[in-house]
């Protein structure tokens, strides 16, 4: 019986499959990884690696994987339907792009018995966790389904034809929707069962937050929209020279603009009554690295942990997901500074610029808005969007 399936075929997928590969003994699940890519390309490349080289950077060791081709399919296929049946446990690892989120929610919801199974959404989503929390309350077949959303991934990747570069985190954050929040978190910790090298439940460790703060804690919309459309940047860009994102594309001077930006992003989570940390608080939490004493320092020291190169061309701009998933995300958090009432004048500023930034370079901005009819939806009083993203299975009228 296939225990797991695994939607989305891109690197932190793939890397989750052959790390629940590698885990297998403890836990005993058998995963199958779905390619969302309606054309199957993907599934075909995943299917040329089966034997693959795990190279865990924090503990230096290297284990070989050797999977079968029958662990990877189509999300589209029947293969992928009766794998989707039978899964207990069903992990997206598809970005919160708009179109793909909603279609995915569409297919789910139209073609899979979701009761009693968790889907963990790793990268909750901060553009969507309100429409999917709102998904969730309005649909009758998923009330007695288990849905944990993800801060961020597992794990911090590379994977480099045959071999994955990778680290489990120390932690991350999770919120918890389900009608039996402490099996589903159970369910969850027994995947990453090698907690007891860490002296922690599971590997990652799974800190319990509530939906409204876990809301604030990503921040794409400042770290890789910041980054890729600062002027210097897109200059380096335009010229095909790729850099390390985090480390050389964060200058003293733009980082001193994005620490303004992730204070602010704090300052809208304690008015709506949310728990946020600082994007170097952050850090520290998932990788263990010592505090610096400033935002740029801080960046500089990831070095070691953050690899990720930047677009070589504004073409392969134009289509990433740092625009395609992040600027929806920062319409997102403009939507509830307006709902609540919050100003805030650099984020504001900000977003001028980057407007201003996407139209220069051609990038198709309208599909960044394509939540914005669904928020529209949404009460946006202070007090209902806090209940309805910490707890979306409650109807209205319970609370």
């Given at each position: 019986m296939t225990d797991i399936?695994?939607?989305?075929?891109?690197?932190?997928?793939?890397?989750?499959l052959a790390d629940l590969q590698l885990t297998k003994p403890f836990h005993g699940c058998t995963a199958?990884?779905?390619?969302?890519?309606?054309?199957?390309?993907?599934?075909?490349?995943?299917?040329?690696?089966t034997r693959l080289t795990m190279e865990n950077l924090v503990t230096g060791a290297v284990e070989g994987v050797v999977l079968d081709p029958a662990q990877f399919g189509s999300l589209w296929s029947e293969q992928g339907h009766e794998a989707l049946q039978r899964a207990g446990t069903i992990f997206v690892t598809v970005p919160d792009i708009p179109d793909l989120r909603l279609d995915l929610l569409d297919h789910l919801e139209r073609t899979v018995d979701l009761a009693g199974k968790l889907i963990v959404f790793v990268r909750g989503g901060q553009g969507g966790q309100p429409v999917l929390a709102k998904w969730i309350r309005d649909n009758p077949q998923v009330q007695?389904?288990?849905?944990?959303?993800?801060e961020d991934s597992f794990y911090g990747?590379?994977?480099?034809?045959?071999?994955?570069?990778?680290k489990r985190k120390i932690s991350v954050n999770v919120s918890v929707y389900s009608p039996e929040p402490d099996a589903a978190l159970a369910t969850l910790r027994g995947?990453?069962?090698?907690?007891?090298?860490?002296?922690?439940?599971?590997?990652?460790?799974?800190?319990?937050?509530?939906?409204?703060?876990?809301?604030?804690?990503?921040?794409?919309?400042?770290?890789?929209?910041?980054?890729?459309?600062?002027?210097?940047?897109?200059?380096?860009?335009?010229?095909?020279?790729?850099?390390?994102?985090?480390?050389?594309?964060?200058s003293p001077e733009?980082?001193?603009?994005?620490?303004?930006?992730?204070?602010?992003r704090v300052m809208l989570a304690e008015a709506m009554g949310a728990q946020a940390q600082t994007f170097p608080d952050i850090i520290q939490r998932q990788y263990g690295l010592p505090p610096q004493p400033t935002f740029h320092t801080m960046m500089q020291s990831c070095r070691p942990i953050y690899r990720s190169l930047s677009s070589g061309s504004i073409e392969e701009l134009r289509t990433s997901r740092v625009l395609l998933e992040d600027m929806p995300a920062f319409h997102t958090i403009r939507w509830l500074a307006s709902a609540c009432g919050i100003d805030m004048p650099y984020t504001s500023a900000y977003f001028?610029?980057?407007?201003?930034?996407?139209?220069e370079i051609g990038a198709d901005w309208p599909r960044y808005t394509a939540y914005l009819p669904y928020l529209d939806k949404i009460d946006g009083s202070t007090?209902?969007?806090?209940?309805?993203?910490?707890?979306?299975?409650r109807k209205r009228t319970e609370v």
């Open positions: 399936v695994i939607i989305g075929a891109g690197h932190v997928g793939l890397t989750l199958v990884l779905l390619a969302f890519d309606h054309t199957g390309v993907l599934d075909q490349r995943a299917r040329d690696r007695d389904t288990s849905v944990v959303l993800v990747t590379r994977v480099l034809g045959e071999r994955i570069q990778f995947m990453f069962p090698l907690g007891t090298q860490i002296s922690r439940p599971s590997w990652p460790d799974m800190a319990v937050t509530d939906g409204i703060d876990l809301q604030f804690n990503p921040l794409g919309y400042i770290i890789h929209v910041g980054v890729a459309l600062d002027p210097a940047n897109l200059a380096k860009t335009r010229e095909g020279i790729r850099y390390t994102h985090y480390v050389e594309g964060i733009l980082a001193t603009r994005l620490d303004l930006l992730d204070q602010e001028d610029d980057v407007l201003d930034r996407l139209k007090a209902e969007l806090k209940e309805l993203l910490n707890h979306p299975h």
